[in-house]
């Protein structure tokens, strides 16, 4: 069984803390959608305490997926805006 990485809560919880802080940007801002952003949040500090029980590849991976869903939901939500 692969021991985890401990860098993944440093790196899952910088994450969290960035998504937060664009998030109240965006709150600022009066930019929508927000709620993708704090949902993305609240992921990537659930990765950071499962994370650290896979391996790095593993857990890297999986906070690379989260952000590049994010981003995709985004893109679709202000699409059907337009």
């Known amino acids: 069984m ?7 809560a440093l790196l899952s919880g910088g ?3 960035f998504m ?5 940007f965006r ?3 009066g ?7 704090s949902l993305g949040a609240a992921i990537a500090l ?3 305490f499962a ?12 906070i690379t997926a989260l952000a590049i869903a994010v981003i995709a ?4 939500l202000e699409s059907r805006k337009a």
């Open 31 to 37: 930019m929508r959608p927000i709620a993708v952003r």
């Open 20 to 24: 937060l802080g664009d998030v109240f």
């Open 51 to 62: 994370g650290t029980r896979w391996g790095a590849q593993a857990a890297l991976a999986a």
């Open 15 to 17: 994450m969290a803390l």
């Open 46 to 48: 659930v990765l950071g």
């Open 73 to 76: 939901t985004e893109r679709r």
């Open 2 to 8: 692969l021991e985890g990485h401990p860098g993944m």
């Open 27 to 29: 709150w600022v801002m």
